[in-house]
């Protein structure tokens, strides 16, 4: 009995299930009760170590029924596509450090849980005998879906089905789903946008003629969601990294805090930064960075979460998010393990649009973390800003980030603490608005932008990205929000 759902603690599950599940059936995230505690000692052995016995080492504990060397065997074959030093850090100046988290195989923060969660989930299948195939249903805002079809393409046992706003996505985020050629995935675009989607997954999820229909076929549903507890634990893995590299290279000194930046959509990323400074990793200020869907920013400035607001394209569309699934993980936290609460709070999101937290709670809020936001002016701006005074380009998740960082120290000038930004993607990524930023036209198609950016900055075009070119886009699938479970359902030939 490890995890409880966020709504109901009666409802229980061990590490293999909440990993096969994904979502508990009352629509809650499935959460741990109890959170294991990192010393300062196991910091410190942890600096001796390579990147995949760091993960296995700091999984192990948030993964009960999984032993170390088991995570080990999954860890080293998940990073064995990602550079030696998949992690790093690269300084901007003394204490702003970018923690690079895009040099895996889809160039975007989310291969570091998408390499694992396939061999995470093939052992929970296997722990739990269960000899079903599992259905994978991702919604994407742009990088899940390609993070998840790399991770999981050629899995047996194992089909996945990705849903993205149609128009809602680069291109480049485009063609690296609808090119996926393998027999065991499905790319589906919807008429809609990202919340569409993720909600849509989520009513399917909880669907109980689906499972049902499912079940009888030989399927199970699973998610490659954050809201997956096997999507977490990587990520609070390589904030040790960033925290043992630091140290290592002479850019803070051991058992002092760090300051963590993180651009912000689902609110997963920065949960699992949270975990890890729950955990005993030495973090003074979380700082939570959006665009200008800031629903975040105002969640943490006032305690009210209020998603009765225009939805905005921008450009970091990985980020344009108006509900923030993870939050509930970190409601439950608040809380005190409240699920009856955590479920009053959602059920009044899902009725009224809103929430309001107790001044109590607010007040946590307001210690552990900063917010702020950068629209798309201020994030074109920050780029080439960043270029030219540090001679490093980002992308525009990146940026956001290093935008609201500025912010808080200009606001918090004392705070002389080292810092890490977490880089979300590659510049290349995002080719259009990056080379808008450096006031360059765009001229040509996805390709000759790829190679004029790679011009400009001196750094060649990414394997993966060169790869695309000669791909064709066999996806073309596009339908409306009513029809994901008809879609799904006409894949899978039910
Ligand atoms: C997914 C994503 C984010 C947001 O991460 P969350 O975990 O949803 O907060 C930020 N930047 C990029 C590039 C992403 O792909």
Redesign the pocket.
């Known amino acids: 009995m490890n995890f409880v759902s966020t709504r109901d603690i009666n409802k229980t599950a061990n590490s293999a299930e909440a990993i096969a599940y994904g979502l508990a059936n009352d629509g809650g995230l499935f959460a741990p009760l109890t959170l294991p505690n990192f010393s300062l000692e196991d910091i410190a052995y942890l600096s001796q170590k390579s990147y995949s016995e760091l993960v296995a080492f700091v999984a192990e504990p948030f993964l009960p029924g999984f032993i170390y060397e088991e995570l080990g065997a999954f860890t080293n074959c998940a990073y064995s596509n990602f550079p030696s030093n998949p992690a790093p850090i690269v300084s901007l100046d003394e204490k702003t450090h970018i923690l690079e988290l895009f040099h895996g195989p889809t160039l ?3 291969d570091f849980a998408l390499s694992l969660l396939p061999h995470l989930l093939t052992a929970s299948l296997k722990k739990l005998n269960i000899s079903k195939t599992a259905v994978i249903l991702a919604a994407t ?4 879906g390609s993070a998840a079809l790399e991770g999981f393409a050629n899995i047996s046992g194992a089909k996945i089905c990705v849903f993205y706003p149609q128009g809602g996505v680069s291109n480049i985020q485009r063609l690296q789903m609808t090119s996926k050629a393998e027999t065991n995935v499905k790319v589906i675009g919807i008429k809609g946008n990202f919340d569409d989607a993720q909600s849509g997954v989520k009513n399917i999820f909880s669907d109980f003629a689906v499972g049902a229909k499912l079940e009888e076929a030989g399927y199970i549903l699973s998610s490659a969601n ?1 809201i997956n507890w096997g999507r977490i634990v990587p990520q609070i893995a390589y904030y040790f990294s960033a925290y043992t590299n630091l140290v290592n290279t002479g850019k803070l000194t051991f058992g002092k805090p760090m300051n963590v930046v ?10 699992a930064a949270y975990y890890a400074k729950k955990c005993g990793l030495p973090i003074h200020k979380l700082i939570c960075a959006s665009n200008s869907n800031n629903v975040l920013t105002n969640f943490i400035s006032t305690g009210v979460y209020d998603r009765k607001r225009t939805f905005l394209a921008t450009i ?1 569309p ?2 344009d ?1 108006l509900i ?1 699934s ?1 939050l509930e993980r970190f409601l439950f936290e608040l809380y005190n393990h409240d699920g009856e609460a955590v479920k009053t709070l959602i059920t009044a999101l899902a009725e009224e649009g809103r929430y309001k937290i107790t001044h109590e709670a607010h007040k946590v809020v307001e210690e552990l973390i900063y917010a702020g936001y950068a629209d798309d002016k201020a994030t074109l701006a920050i780029i080439k800003e960043t270029w030219q005074k540090y001679g490093y380009l980002s ?1 525009t ?2 940026a956001v980030g290093i935008k609201v960082y500025r912010e808080y120290i200009e606001k918090n000038s004392n705070d002389k603490t080292p810092t890490i930004i977490a880089a ?2 590659s510049p290349f ?1 995002f080719a259009d608005s990056t080379l808008e930023a450096l006031g360059v036209s765009a001229l040509g198609d996805d390709f000759e932008k790829l190679a004029k950016l790679s011009e400009i900055s001196g750094i060649a075009i990414p394997k993966p990205l060169g790869n695309l070119m000669n791909k064709e886009e066999c996806h073309k699938t596009l339908c409306n929000l009513n029809e994901m479970k008809s879609q799904l359902f006409d894949w899978l030939k039910l």
């Open positions: 975007a923060f989310k805002s742009g990088d899940t954050s993180v651009p912000t959509g689902n609110f997963g990323n920065i949960l970091s990985s980020m998010i923030s993870n992308d998740h990146t979300t993607a990524k």
